[in-house]
């Protein structure tokens, strides 16, 4: 009777360390699944964090290129360099900065800004020779027999993709005197040309290569955009 008894009672311990062990297991798993679900919270945390920062230092980046490029062509065009009309330009500049800094360098890709900053600010002089070289023959069309003068409308098919590329040309062939952009659509631009020489200068294409270069449009591709980006790969490895 003792002995049975003995043997029950070893059993039941048995259960009973069993069960303490299945619920220890048990209370064990919990707490590695809520630790390891708060670790996965606090990185996600910490990369929401650094993402935020490099987003915001990004547009930083932005805005202060918009601004500076703004401000430069602001006191150029001014010609007034006196205390209301430079802080007049500020003002203008940083709110109009602010307003559109993610068209002038919309979606770059990653350490391509100061890239596409760099040629955009080169590319200034050689707009300005052209406006230059254009007033001349224009003047020289003025002066001149009026057989000179030959107005027709032009379309061509350009080979830019993005919205800003296609402003930027758009706007550079305005500004050179002789050609304006009437209108864009679906890719293909119709100009209003003042010459036969105007319109043929106009479709050699050096302009719109100019601006793809600029912006390193996929359709058109340079040695030089492969040394430009080379110190980028360099610093990702």
Not at 16 to 33: N, V
Request: overall charge neutral; hydrophobic content about 50%.
């Amino acid at each position: 009777m003792e002995v049975t008894v003995l043997v029950h009672a070893t059993d039941q311990a048995f259960r009973i360390l069993e069960e303490a062990r299945k619920r220890s297991t048990e209370i064990l798993d919990a707490a590695a699944r809520l630790t390891a679900e708060t670790q996965s919270l606090r990185q996600k945390k910490v990369q929401a964090m650094f993402k935020g920062a490099r987003q915001t230092k990004v547009e930083a980046i932005r805005f202060v290129a918009t601004f500076l490029i703004m401000f430069a062509f602001w006191l150029f065009l001014s010609g007034h360099y006196d205390f209301f009309h430079i802080s007049l330009g500020l003002i203008c500049c940083g709110l109009v900065s602010h307003a559109s800094y993610d068209l002038l360098f919309a979606n770059p890709r990653q350490g391509d800004m100061w890239v596409i900053v760099k040629r955009f600010i080169l590319y200034i002089p050689w707009l300005f020779y052209q406006i230059a070289l254009s007033n001349l023959h224009v003047a020289r069309l003025a002066l001149g027999p009026r057989r000179l003068i030959e107005p027709k409308i032009i379309k061509f098919k350009t080979k830019l993709e993005s919205d800003i590329s296609l402003v930027a040309l758009a706007n550079s062939i305005t500004l050179t005197p002789g050609t304006i952009t009437i209108d864009i659509k679906d890719g293909v631009y119709y100009v209003h040309a003042i010459s036969k020489k105007v319109a043929e200068d106009l479709m050699t294409g050096e302009m719109e290569d100019r601006i793809a270069h600029i912006f390193m449009e996929a359709d058109h591709v340079y040695v030089q955009d492969v040394l430009d980006v080379a110190p980028i790969f360099g610093a990702l490895k």
